[in-house]
C-alpha cells in the first residue's frame, strides 16, 4: 500500500507560497524610501516657514493600515496551510478504501468489473461499450435500463464479445443512452476504484485509483 510522499506534501506546501511575504518585502522597501525622503525634507527646510507635517503622518498612516493588512494576510495563509496539511492527512486515510466516483475508467478484477450510470431523462435505448486503452471495443452490453431514477448498476462478467476472457486490467467504459427520437440523453458515469495514492497538481489533492482514473477527493460519492 503506497501512502503519501513528502515529497508530494512539500510540493503542496511550496505552491502555496506566500503573497503576504512579498508583500511585506516591499512594504519595507516602500518604508526605508519614506524615512529618507522625511530625513531628507527636515534636514532641508526653511527654519522661517516649517513643512506642514500632516502629510507625512497621513502617509504614515497609511503604511500603518497596509501593514497591519498584511499581518493579517499572513495569519490567514498559515491558517490556510495548516487546513490543507490536515485535509491531506484525511485524504492519505483514504488510501487502500474503495470510492466511489464518477469516472469512466473501470479496474477489471477477479473476472468481473461494475460501473453505474444515471441518466437526466427517461431513454428509449442504453448500451455500455467496454474498451481497451487503444479504443477498441472489447465487448458491448445492449438492453439496460433506461429510467431516470437513481443511478443502475452493470456488471461486466469480463469476457469479450467472442466469449473469451479479458485479463485483468483497467478498461474505459462508455455509455450510450437515447431517447424515443434517437436525441442523445445526457448522463453521468460511476465506478469504483480502490485509492492507491494522494498526488498533488498545482497545491491540488488527486487520488490516484487501482483503475488508472485520477478524482479530486471532493467528488467522492461513497466509501467503504
Known sequence: MESISSTSTAAATAATTSAASASRDKLDADYQSFLKLLIAQVSNQDPLEPMDSTTFVSQLAQLTQVEQSITTNDTLEKIEARLGAANAREDA?????????PTD??????????????????????SARILGDDGTELRRIDGLPGGSEGRHEVIWDGLDRDGLRVPDGSF???????DADDEPVFLSTYAEGQVERVAF???????????????SPDSIVGIR
Open 93 to 101: 486515510m483514504l488510501i487502500g478504501r474503495e470510492v466511489l466516483v
Open 105 to 126: 475508467r473501470i479496474a477489471l478484477a477477479g473476472g468481473t468489473a461494475g460501473f453505474s450510470y444515471a441518466l437526466n431523462g427517461t431513454a428509449a435505448s442504453v
Open 201 to 215: 497538481r498545482d497545491g491540488t489533492p488527486v487520488l490516484q485509483l487501482a483503475s488508472g482514473a485520477e478524482v
Open 172 to 178: 474505459r467504459v462508455e455509455v450510450e443512452a437515447l
